[in-house]
């Protein structure tokens, strides 16, 4: 396809190294293709052997893990009318095991996690505190293997009834068969998020809770767990005086998943966190990080708005020219909006302009 460029004595800078691409699309994340095939591989036996006599949810779980083998190397390819340029937008799986994906999701956490905590530190209330605060159990109960989903939905348990007795919306309290209960007469207003972690080969299983709440002495907090729990004694808490480093602390648990030595370990990963969520909140935080529903944007061009045209699915490495469309969308500042409206639609048909401002990978680095 010829190209011309909108600004030869312009935008002359270490881009112009490769002018005809506007967007180089970075297929390979922190797993290889290879790495990804052969885990997408053992899912599907794995599924196939679970849903042998379910026809219809084996096909589904082989579309799924399909899209982890293929994530981020296809999109829709669309082309302006008017402008004669072309557009793609990527696809992922959002799925569990996915390094890509669970960066994209991180992010948006981090940030609506930040939105939350920030009106705390600037309101917090006399004796209160933000802090980190780590829980975790012997991993010698797992003799080197790898916990079940019954031990992991357990130890969600054990933190969930940790953080309701002292950090939850209301007081909690110790009945007398020994269970933890919210006194509804007692609005306390603590809050938390929590996030589980596997370290030491993925066998020790812990959880990294941000919370807001009073000041306890590590002392009853210890006590408490090792009651909860039936005699574990992982407990660590830190206060934090920054909305930005409470956000991140949370967050980065969730972009980078397990790195297994064993491919068979991320089998057993799956099938532990099954109907689990990555990051988990309660008290007044509470369903805050639930995601709106937004209407997507109709397709159209950012410089001209004419509807775009649907040219199909592609392999994004088989694409030399295009522009992200999201990116475009989102920065239209970036691409002088503006001036090239009134200059890409007189350019002949099928010819991409260079001189566009690069459009940066999808992924964060």
């Known amino acids: 396809m010829p190209t011309i460029d909108l600004f030869p004595n312009e935008h002359q800078t270490a881009f112009d190294t490769r002018p005809h691409i506007n967007e180089f699309f970075s297929i390979d994340g922190d797993m290889s293709n290879m790495e990804r095939s052969f885990l997408a591989d053992l899912l599907t036996e794995v599924s196939d052997e679970e849903c042998r006599f379910d026809y219809k949810k084996q096909d589904r779980q082989r579309i799924k893990n399909d899209r982890f083998r293929r994530c981020g190397q296809q999109g829709s390819r669309l082309t302006c009318p008017q402008c004669s340029l072309n557009y793609y937008t990527r696809f992922f799986c959002k799925h569990k095991l996915c390094d890509r994906c669970s960066r994209i999701y991180g992010q948006g956490i981090r940030k609506r996690i930040k939105k939350l905590v920030t009106p705390v530190f600037a309101n917090k209330k006399k004796g209160w505190t933000v802090a980190l605060l780590t829980l975790s159990e012997s991993s010698a109960q797992y003799r080197g293997r790898y916990p079940n989903p019954d031990e992991y939905k357990a130890f969600n348990r054990h933190v969930a009834e940790f953080c309701r007795l002292w950090y939850g919306k209301f007081r909690g309290t110790w009945t007398k068969k020994g269970k933890i209960r919210e006194d509804r007469k007692r609005y306390q207003g603590a809050g938390w998020f929590a996030v589980n ?49 409470a956000s991140n602390y949370v967050s980065k648990y969730i972009t980078k998943p397990p ?43 950012p410089f001209c708005m004419e509807p775009l045209r649907h040219d199909g699915v592609c392999n994004l490495t088989d694409s030399e020219y295009g522009l992200n469309l999201k990116y475009v969308r ?27 401002p690069e459009c940066p990978s999808l992924l964060p680095n």
């Open 330 to 356: 989102d920065h239209r500042e970036l691409f002088e909006a503006d001036e090239f409206k009134s200059m890409v639609r007189f350019l002949p048909r099928g010819v991409m302009p260079i001189g566009l």
């Open 259 to 301: 790195r297994f030595l064993d491919p068979n370990t991320a089998i057993e990963f799956v099938v532990a966190t099954h109907r689990q969520r990555r990051i988990r909140s309660g008290g007044i935080f509470y369903n805050g990080l639930k995601l709106d529903k937004v209407e997507r944007p109709p397709d159209s061009c």
């Open 197 to 245: 972690e596997f370290g030491q080969d993925n066998t020790n299983l812990h959880s990294h809770i941000l919370l807001y709440g009073p000041w306890i002495p590590h002392k009853k907090l210890l006590a408490s767990w090792i009651k909860i729990t039936g005699g574990h004694r992982g407990c660590h808490i830190q206060p934090i005086r920054n909305p930005e480093v």
